[in-house]
């Protein structure tokens, strides 16, 4: 998916900004809380367990799936492996027009 915010839970449990771009950006979702997805960003400085408001996260486009579908990662230049959207946009993938989620 892509998000445009994402927030993280403090030491006393209060919500606190983490991202709050003029761009959407790729993010893992691993579960639902309420109002957030939960999960952390694909890129950035791996912060886990971040809340994404479900009003400004969206599904990855067509375009953005051929895009991103089997890029490598890396850190400080060492392969770390690819990203596969294969399970929730295998249809893009195919060539049917269908999102799997």
């Not at 979702?29 to 969206?58: D, S």
């Not at 990662?73 to 049917?96: A, C, H, P, Q």
């Amino acid at each position: 998916m892509m998000a445009k915010e994402a927030f993280f839970k403090d030491r006393n449990g209060e919500l606190k900004s983490h991202w709050d771009g003029d761009f959407f950006d790729l993010c893992y979702i691993g579960g639902e809380q309420g109002e957030y997805y939960t999960g952390h960003f694909i890129t950035g400085f791996g912060i886990v367990g971040l809340r994404f408001p479900k009003e400004t996260t969206r599904e990855l486009t067509k375009e953005e799936v051929l895009k991103y579908h089997n890029k490598r990662l890396m850190i400080s230049g060492n392969y770390i492996g690819r990203i596969d959207l294969t399970k929730d946009y295998g249809g893009f993938l195919s060539g049917e027009q269908e999102v799997k989620r």
